[in-house]
């Protein structure tokens, strides 16, 4: 094996499941996640000699997903369908089948785009304000300014949630 197949094999495995997790939140379509992280590392390997900086490798990743997610897009219109539970259920059976983590899906998959993917980013991907402004091609101020709506947006959704109830919003006092 070559030095470029090691590294790029490890990088599969350090960032495969990140990325199968942030697509199907993305799409809420299992399939069409895996294809995506497919179609991403196919991309990730042809273009593997222009990442320079590996500590940057997951942000770059990313930014190949939601292209390779706009390039699906671009090519196939969006169905329209009715929002179900299985839209909206976990990738992967685990703490996700949680009653109070299914409503917060359903209040983020309920967000504007512009909100959604920043704070997706950062809740489920776990990434910094730079790390989400370098993958949204956003300046950080941007990013801040987003997150900050889509806090704002959930806790008024979340606040409404009898399951939730006596429970701190998120971002607000704990």
């Known amino acids: 094996m070559n030095a470029r197949q090691h590294k790029f094999e ?5 960032f495969h499941a990140d990325l199968f997790r942030y697509a ?29 900086d590996e500590a940057a490798a997951k942000q770059w990743l990313i930014t190949i997903l ?24 976990s990738p992967a ?5 949680d009653a109070e983590i299914r409503v917060l899906r359903q209040a983020i ?9 920043p704070i997706t980013l950062q809740v489920v991907m776990g990434l910094s304000v730079r790390e ?5 091609e956003l300046n950080q101020n941007t990013v801040l ?9 959930l806790g008024e959704v979340l606040s409404e949630e009898p399951a939730l109830a006596g429970r701190p919003a998120p971002g607000g006092p704990a």
């Open 24 to 52: 199907y939140w993305l799409c809420g379509d299992r399939e069409l996640a895996q294809e995506l992280v497919q179609d991403t590392m196919l991309r990730a390997w042809r273009a593997m000699d222009r990442l320079r």
């Open 109 to 117: 998959a309920g967000l504007e785009d512009e909100y959604r993917e």
């Open 145 to 153: 300014t987003r997150l900050f709506r889509a806090r704002k947006k």
């Open 10 to 14: 490890a990088l599969i495995g350090v």
């Open 132 to 136: 989400i402004a370098a993958a949204m």
């Open 93 to 97: 059976p685990g703490p996700e089948d």
């Open 66 to 89: 939601r292209r390779e997610l706009a390039r699906h897009y671009g090519r196939n219109r969006p169905q329209t369908v009715e929002a179900d539970d299985q839209l909206l259920e």
